[in-house]
């Protein structure tokens, strides 16, 4: 009886009291090891990038690839920032599952800050309101047939919004309130566990309001920030298209890429005290069911903008479907929707495969890997050498959409484990910490 | 159908979940497999105690959703490509796009019908009848605050002394004797 207290299954002889808190809630020692890992991952890639940088288009794929590895980094900081706060509102044993890897994934967010100053810089070379930054470059542009009547016409009218000047004021105040909200929210986690009155009903309820009152406000400034940084920086690639529901979309998108990215860490932690004894099969099986509902927003989400455009279709919005579905892309649509949305669905149906931590690994990175298939989907066929027309023949450079996220990905995620590995694994002063240490119960 | 005759199982009455669940444990280490807790309110670890994780309400909701999905789908296409042909925004007549929402919307409802009906049916119902309400306390007792652990007479382990003395080593208030 002393030992065997193994998640793994239920033996008859399982005796039915609370277990012991672990000693030590630090987190484990591997990080390192899969942070050096990481860091060689991310030296190798760069390394093929630069080879990219010497063929035909190569630099612009580069820079392409780039934007798309900034974008989901940010997906990750933010999304983990926003699933942050909606656990602090919401409660429950998942939140306080996930709450250390989420304020980890938050406090990078200064890391993907720094990330877009390459765009900023580079910013002409990607957007045409940036190439084409006032109605004189416009006219002029129009006149050598570098953009339709259309797009100049649409240049001019976005020109408030979508200029140099205005994106990069934007984006700094869509980071700096982020960080803002970033700085208390893992400020007060600290403080929450040092409050001397710990562990007290007085203590939980003034520690939940301040977290709440708080929460509730940062989720809806973030999808109002999240709407205008997804159109600033992915949407006005294309800056003739218009979808209302586009920043909602990257809201889900993120929502499913953090809980694929925190349940993966904790399982993988799960193999080491002290998440070993924390990590029962019951808040497992609540996180896969958590997945499976953002992996059926996500598709009603893309559905509904598909559906609705397919019904109207009208020349100011056909086209970015038009782009992304012929010549050649058909096939990449094809995997977006088989690797995004059936396979994890038909999976996560599943109650077996969500009480299993080896599946549920191969499953969390396979919807990750899912997510970059549909950045690389959104982005590239923003330009008009690609769009509707995905070809590699003469097009070596379209290859950096591999190897420069990679690197790009690898460098957050080994700042994510540095982050992850300063403070402990779990909160200590939350009442929900005792109900996680009660036996499971067979649902 | 004439009435079954003869005895049903042997019922034991507990005062604690921990004493049934213990019980049941002891009872499924011996061997008996034919048995059944009846509980004022769903006590988790009896479930653990009789092994009961698996039930076929999932592959009737899954078959249901399935055949709804099918149906659906199939129906609109007949109507839209061969039924009725109508030239809608010059669109093809098989413009699947637009029968997904009605698929989708199908495949909900009759996945959620048969996991409902499915379960009531799975479970045994509608029953009339059920032998254990022939114990004494069991119409209360099971309703409030006692525990029951039946040990069926159809597992081939069963013998009326046997069993009984099994039961008896534990501090059960009652072991009765139910009848068809």
Redo the contacts between chains.
Sequence with gaps: MAHGQEQHG?D?HAH?GPRTLPASLATPEIVSVWRTRLLIIAAAATLVSVLFAFTHEGRNHLLRAYLMGFMTCFGFAGGGLVVLMLQHVTGGKWGLLLRRPLEAMSRTMWLVALMFVPIAIFMKHLYQWAAYPNPGAVAEALQHHMVTLEQAMTINDKHAMLNPTSVIVQTIIIFGTLLTFTYFLNKWSLQCDADPLRGTQQSFDRWRTKFENLCGIGIFIYVVLLTVGSIDWIKSLDVTWYSSIYGLQFLVGQGYAVLALGVLTVILLSKFEPLKTLLRMTEQHDLGKLMLAFVMLNIYLC?AE??II??G?IPDEIPWYLNRIYGGWWTICTLDFVFHWVVPFCLL?S?DLKRNKRKMVWLCSWMLLARCIDMFWLIEPNFADAAANLHIRGNIGILAYITVPVAVLAVWGAYYLTELKARPIMNLNDPHLEEMLEPE??? | MPPREGIYGLLAEFNTP?EL?HAT?KA??AGYRRMECYTPYPV??A???LH??KTRV?LVC?TGGIIGLVTAFLMQTWIAVWAYPLNI?G?PLFSW??F??PAYEWTILFSGLSAAFGMIMLNGMPQLYHPVFNAPNFRNGATTDKFFLCLEAVDPKFSVTETRTFLEQFPAISVVEVDH
């Design positions: 239920h008859a039915y559905f598909f559906l397919w019904s279709n149906l109650r119960h067979a649902h | 921990s669940v444990e499924r280490e988790e670890e479930a653990v105690a009961f994780h999932p899954l925004a669109r796009p637009a997904i929402i």
